[in-house]
């Protein structure tokens, strides 16, 4: 196994995919965390005004204290991990796309230690990015914000948790679909499509209709970006005093966490996406002939 994970590893590490996809990764995710700073420092500039302070009094807060710029690290983290989605997609698709896989299923045990091997490598990989993903946004957020505008050591370290678990669980989402769909660009296309148009037309269709603002939170895109987004709304309201539960909702919405359950139970509704997304994926491989 060790040998299949070194292979996998190899495979990834001689081509200049990995890095091609950084790049914009971390230009993304800077540019998200800058332009959210500006923003969030901008807004409390724009509340201290003294037409403002009567709100603040009834809020029992100061300005200063509302770390508005959680909402638009959610909202960019979020955004730069569809490149990982890509990545993995490209896992196998692109492999079977070429016929490289020929050579790894006939050289691994089973194919199922080859699909085990590429799973655990790719996870690596999900993890690199997150941390790059984390690093960029919070360089960008610093560069332009006031100490009081920024998490404690608590809050950094929660943010960091949720972004690379769900860089992981993106990464590994887009191997299984990869595997449904083995045309590169088609994947790729479609994934994108997906989570930037279509979801967000159907749940603005939901929210429309009247639907339970929670159904939203159940979709594949609706509960990735409710593990970011729920714990950037909590780190705002640990310090942004009382906040009636109708505003709440209004933050989970700016905050891309529409509708959506808590981190941890977020990150297990799309873990089943992924679970169905990956078991499809190894299903349909399992079986595939090889030329």
């Given at each position: 196994m060790g040998n299949l994970v070194q292979a996998e590893l190899?495979?990834?590490?001689?081509?200049?995919?990995?890095?091609?996809?950084?790049?914009?990764?971390?230009?993304?995710?800077?540019?998200?965390?800058?332009?959210?700073?500006?923003?969030?420092?901008?807004?409390?500039?724009?509340?201290?005004?003294?037409?403002?302070?009567?709100?603040?009094?009834?809020?029992?807060?100061?300005?200063?204290?509302?770390?508005?710029?959680?909402?638009?690290m959610a909202r960019s983290i979020n955004l730069a991990t569809l490149f990982p989605l890509v990545f993995g997609a490209l896992a196998i698709s692109g492999e079977i796309s070429r016929r490289t896989i020929t050579t790894t299923f006939l050289t691994a045990p089973s194919r199922m230690h080859a699909m085990l091997a590429k799973m655990l490598?790719?996870?690596?990989?999900?993890?690199?990015?997150?941390?790059?993903?984390?690093?960029?946004?919070?360089?960008?957020?610093?560069?332009?914000?006031?100490?009081?505008?920024?998490?404690?050591?608590?809050?950094?370290?929660?943010?960091?948790l949720v972004c690379v678990l769900s860089s992981i669980l993106m990464t590994m989402f887009g191997i299984g679909i990869g595997a449904l769909i083995?045309?590169?660009?088609?994947?790729?296309?479609?994934?994108?499509?997906?989570?930037?148009?279509?979801?967000?037309?159907?749940?603005?269709?939901?929210?429309i209709s009247g639907t339970p603002e929670t159904l939203v939170g159940f979709l594949p895109n609706g509960s990735v970006d409710g593990l970011t987004g729920t714990v950037a709304v909590d780190l705002f309201l640990s310090t942004a005093g009382v906040v009636p539960e109708e505003g709440v909702e209004w933050l989970r919405i700016i905050a891309g966490a529409g509708g959506a359950q808590a981190w941890w139970l977020s990150g297990l509704i799309f873990l089943g996406w992924v679970g169905v997304a990956f078991g499809g994926g190894w299903a349909l491989v399992a079986r595939k002939n090889i030329t």
């Open positions: 190899r495979k990834t590490t001689t081509t200049g995919l990995w890095w091609g996809l950084l790049i914009p990764t971390v230009l993304l995710a800077l540019g998200g965390g800058l332009l959210s700073g500006l923003i969030g420092q901008w807004f409390v500039n724009l509340i201290s005004t003294s037409e403002a302070e009567e709100l603040s009094q009834v809020l029992g807060v100061t300005p200063d204290q509302w770390r508005v710029s959680m909402f638009g490598v790719y996870a690596f990989w999900g993890a690199v990015y997150g941390l790059a993903i984390m690093a960029s946004t919070a360089l960008g957020v610093v560069l332009v914000s006031e100490s009081s505008q920024l998490p404690d050591a608590g809050g950094w370290a929660m943010l960091t083995p045309n590169v660009a088609g994947v790729v296309v479609l994934l994108i499509m997906y989570f930037l148009v279509i979801e967000n037309a159907l749940q603005l269709g939901l929210r």
